[in-house]
């Protein structure tokens, strides 16, 4: 419900108005580039403005779906701002889905329109063949005569490139509208689509500020995708609040990652650890000049501390930062900084700003100090709900607080260390093993450039603890040889059982591992 209170219009805070605040206080200041094109804050803004009187304009109405289906590009960015400045609903979807996937989002959703790179056509064809939606690309795009009636044909990039073009109107939005709907990864059933106002997206940019020290003399590269949470609502749009200058790439392939940085003069990246061991493996990593590197972020999953001592060892002018969070709190709950790092490497940190995080038992009592429980939160950054879904929406919040499914422990001082997620915990014979503890371990071999350990099913222990390791180049290890270096540092129990050497491991296009693929495909072999 809008307010009409005297002055509800100047204290509006959505992330419009945001945006409006940084163009005004920036102006012509260098924004984004993205190949060859910049944008000033200015004509960011201005171009927001352009695109959401198009999709307006097109027939769309306040709280309509609009899915974004596309890889990284200044178009993307742009149909998000000017969908939340139209007071539409963004839903971004994972370019890599396949098209039942891509369907069963844009229709759970209730999408009215499809936004999308043309080169995904193909993916959309059972889609456009209902009849009942919208479609549109981000740049370039062009529709085959008679195949949609009533298509937007809408092209993101042209519009906001035209200055002659109108300019929305303001819009009667507020902050408690819904921003977007963000669908989780969906890496062990159907995912949910978490629901995020302006406001919560508002609260968690204001948290990334304080917390990763954004600010306009930063020069921010960013390659991973935009579709997921941790790149755009973690660094991309806090560092565009904060005035910095933001390079854009489509993915993060390590050989034009590491020139955009010396190029560029790159000072913060960010990255999943994945990405990090890839970087750290090329071998222009120590041909190229990373030394404006001041900031290194990492999260989105578990960063192994013997990677992390090379990252340390290797770039000794840029201090870490680990975030830890998911989709649902948008997506920041915990920071470990570089500071923080010297006493307590394999720590999440401790709660961000506007998060209030413990640890419970199954009772919701706290979990005392070096005790495993579930990792909770209180925070004005969390969804309102999952999508149509009122059942998984009681669950999540069941006791007052949000349920992350994470297995962590807190220590006296408030800092978290996530043990893992609670679907990833081994069951070994009755007795509970951390898959990341023996990750650990085998990581420090030096044979080892990546690793991944799950559970397959066993006639003796249930569960069997099951490595599935990725080799250095020219070095060699045997089974034998890495569950011989793990008896060093770990018990008996949880040394594992099988040893599977792999070429590459399975991950999505936000650099997140997954582990569901690994057990599925070595549970065929096994069986």
């Given at each position: 419900m809008l307010d009409e209170t005297p002055g509800a219009r100047a204290r509006r805070n959505t992330i419009g108005d945001g945006l409006r605040r940084a163009a005004s206080r920036y102006r012509e200041r260098a924004a984004l580039r993205y190949g060859e094109r910049a944008w000033s804050f200015r004509a960011l803004d201005e171009a927001a403005d352009r695109v959401a009187h198009a999709l307006l304009h097109k027939g769309l109405a306040k709280g309509d779906r609009v899915a974004a289906y596309g890889r990284n590009s200044d178009a993307y960015l742009l149909l998000w701002l000017g969908t939340v400045r139209a007071g539409l609903v963004h839903v971004p979807v994972n370019y890599a889905l396949t098209p039942s996937e891509l369907g069963y989002i844009v229709r759970q959703s209730g999408a009215k329109a499809v936004i999308s790179d043309a080169a995904l056509d193909a993916n959309l064809a059972e889609l456009q063949a209902a009849g009942d939606l919208m479609f549109g690309h981000f740049e370039d795009g062009h529709f085959e005569d008679g195949?949609?009636?009533?298509?937007?044909?809408?092209?993101?990039?042209?519009?906001?490139?035209?200055?002659?073009?109108?300019?929305?109107?303001?819009?009667?939005?507020?902050?408690?509208?819904?921003?977007?709907?963000?669908?989780?990864?969906?890496?062990?059933?159907?995912?949910?689509?978490?629901?995020?106002?302006?406001?919560?997206?508002?609260?968690?940019?204001?948290?990334?500020?304080?917390?990763?020290?954004?600010?306009?003399?930063?020069?921010?590269?960013?390659?991973?995708?935009?579709?997921?949470?941790?790149?755009?609502?973690?660094?991309?749009?806090?560092?565009?609040?904060?005035?910095?200058?933001?390079?854009?790439?489509?993915?993060?392939?390590?050989?034009?990652?590491?020139?955009?940085?010396?190029?560029?003069?790159?000072?913060?990246?960010?990255?999943?650890?994945?990405?990090?061991?890839?970087?750290?493996?090329?071998?222009?990593?120590?041909?190229?000049?990373?030394?404006?590197?001041?900031?290194?972020?990492?999260?989105?999953?578990?960063?192994?501390?013997?990677?992390?001592?090379?990252?340390?060892?290797?770039?000794?002018n840029a201090g870490p930062y680990n975030c830890y969070g998911q989709s649902e709190i948008a997506p920041l709950a915990t920071v470990l900084r570089p500071e923080e790092h010297l006493e307590r490497p394999a720590s999440a940190g401790r709660p961000v700003l506007n998060v209030e995080t413990r640890v419970v038992d199954a009772e919701m009592n706290d979990c005392?100090?070096?005790?495993?429980?579930?990792?909770?939160?209180?925070?004005?950054?969390?969804?309102?709900?999952?999508?149509?879904?009122?059942?998984?929406?009681?669950?999540?919040?069941?006791?007052?607080?949000?349920?992350?499914?994470?297995?962590?422990v807190m220590d006296e001082a408030g800092y978290l260390t996530i043990v893992d997620r609670i679907k990833d915990v081994i069951k070994t014979g009755g007795i509970q093993v951390a898959s990341r503890e023996v990750e650990e371990a085998l990581f420090t071999h030096p044979a080892v450039s990546e690793v991944a350990v799950i559970a397959l099913p066993d006639p003796k222990w249930?569960?069997?603890?099951?490595?599935?390791?990725?080799?250095?180049?020219?070095?060699?290890?045997?089974?034998?040889?890495?569950?011989?270096?793990?008896?060093?540092?770990?018990?008996?129990?949880?040394?594992?059982?099988?040893?599977?050497?792999?070429?590459?491991?399975?991950?999505?296009?936000?650099?997140?591992?997954?582990?569901?693929?690994?057990?599925?495909?070595?549970?065929?072999?096994?069986?």
């Open positions: 195949h949609f009636e009533d298509r937007l044909g809408l092209d993101v990039l042209a519009t906001a490139l035209d200055e002659t073009a109108r300019r929305a109107a303001d819009q009667d939005i507020a902050d408690t509208d819904l921003a977007q709907i963000l669908y989780t990864s969906g890496t062990t059933a159907a995912p949910k689509g978490a629901m995020l106002t302006h406001r919560a997206i508002l609260a968690e940019y204001e948290s990334c500020i304080h917390e990763l020290d954004f600010g306009p003399n930063d020069k921010a590269l960013a390659a991973l995708p935009l579709y997921h949470s941790a790149q755009m609502h973690c660094f991309s749009m806090p560092q565009l609040m904060a005035g910095a200058t933001t390079v854009l790439l489509q993915a993060p392939e390590p050989a034009t990652v590491l020139r955009l940085i010396e190029e560029h003069g790159i000072t913060s990246f960010f990255s999943p650890p994945t990405v990090w061991i890839s970087l750290l493996r090329h071998e222009d990593f120590d041909r190229r000049d990373l030394s404006t590197l001041r900031h290194v972020y990492y999260g989105a999953s578990i960063m192994p501390v013997p990677v992390l001592d090379e990252l340390r060892r290797r770039l000794p005392p100090p070096g005790v495993q429980g579930e990792i909770v939160h209180r925070s004005p950054q969390l969804l309102t709900g999952y999508w149509d879904k009122p059942k998984e929406t009681a669950e999540v919040f069941e006791g007052g607080w949000f349920h992350s499914g994470d297995v962590g249930v569960e069997a603890v099951t490595a599935v390791v990725v080799l250095r180049r020219d070095q060699a290890a045997t089974e034998a040889d890495l569950i011989e270096h793990a008896r060093q540092t770990l018990a008996p129990f949880k040394l594992p059982k099988r040893v599977f050497f792999v070429e590459a491991l399975p991950r999505n296009t936000a650099g997140k591992l997954l582990k569901r693929e690994l057990r599925k495909s070595f549970a065929e072999q096994v069986d």
